[in-house]
T-cell receptor
Framework: ETGVTQTPRHLVMGMTNKKSLKCEQH?????MYWYKQSAKKPLELMFV???????ENNSVPSRFSPECPNSSHLFLHLHTLQPEDSALYLC???????????????FGPGTRLTVL | DQQVKQNSPSLSVQEGRISILNCDYT??????FLWYKKYPAEGPTFLIS?????DKNEDGRFTVFLNKSAKHLSLHIVPSQPGDSAVYFC????????????FGKGTHLIIQP
């Protein structure tokens, strides 16, 4: 595997389900991100992790719970979601943070989530 | 309130001609601007970036121009090729800020033969 991979690619869940999205980067990067793209809206940053530590939570509801066990893996745990949470969820990674000069982020293909 | 705006949802250009995609921003604290390209069912892929201290950056067929006083940047693709048909996203980041990218809504570029 190369680059940034995400599983599953598609997910349908009910509002009472618990599910998790997985992201893995094979680039040796230290920073990882979750973004959300809803219909007709721009990509929105959700969370930022640097060396496994969360550096940014962009006012995301607690029904979304991120986990970063190491610099290569990032999870997004989903619980009691609403239909309006249906969106494309994208994971990205970068060598470091923009403050250190690493502005380019590499994206995975995304998980298309549908909440019924 | 959108800090990065791409006001053209779509753009159609003939093959071989120049494609010009525009982007406006409101946050004067942005230090870097990036362009990403996205095909259906794939994640965005990085195309080209520009630092706020420059006004032009070129890479092959792709050139990005930055006008800081107007808070405007543009991506020029010349000559346009059929494989350039995709959605193009403008993004910006502050060097000392949240470190995530702030994206525009994207412009769907269609290259016609």
């Amino acid at each position: 595997e190369t680059g940034v991979t995400q599983t599953p690619r598609h997910l349908v869940m009910g509002m009472t389900n618990k599910k998790s999205l997985k992201c893995e980067q094979h680039l040796g990067h230290n920073a990882m991100y979750w973004y959300k793209q809803s219909a007709k809206k721009p990509l929105e940053l959700m969370f930022v992790y640097n060396f496994k530590e969360q550096t940014e939570n962009n006012s995301v509801p607690s029904r979304f719970s991120p986990e970063c066990p190491n610099s290569s893996h990032l999870f997004l745990h989903l619980h009691t979601l609403q239909p309006e949470d249906s969106a494309l969820y994208l994971c990205a990674s970068s060598q470091g943070l923009a403050g250190s000069g690493y502005v380019e982020q590499f994206f995975g293909p995304g998980t298309r989530l549908t909440v019924l | 309130d959108q800090q990065v705006k791409q006001n053209s949802p779509s753009l159609s250009v003939q093959e071989g001609r120049i494609s010009i995609l525009n982007c406006d921003y409101t946050n004067s604290m942005f230090d870097y601007f990036l362009w990403y390209k996205k095909y259906p069912a794939e994640g965005p892929t990085f195309l080209i970036s520009i630092s706020s201290i420059k006004d032009k950056n070129e890479d092959g067929r792709f050139t990005v121009f930055l006008n800081k006083s107007a808070k405007h940047l543009s991506l020029h693709i010349v000559p346009s090729q059929p494989g350039d048909s995709a959605v193009y996203f403008c993004a910006a980041v502050t060097g000392g800020g949240a470190d995530g990218l702030t994206f525009g809504k994207g412009t769907h570029l269609i290259i016609q033969p």
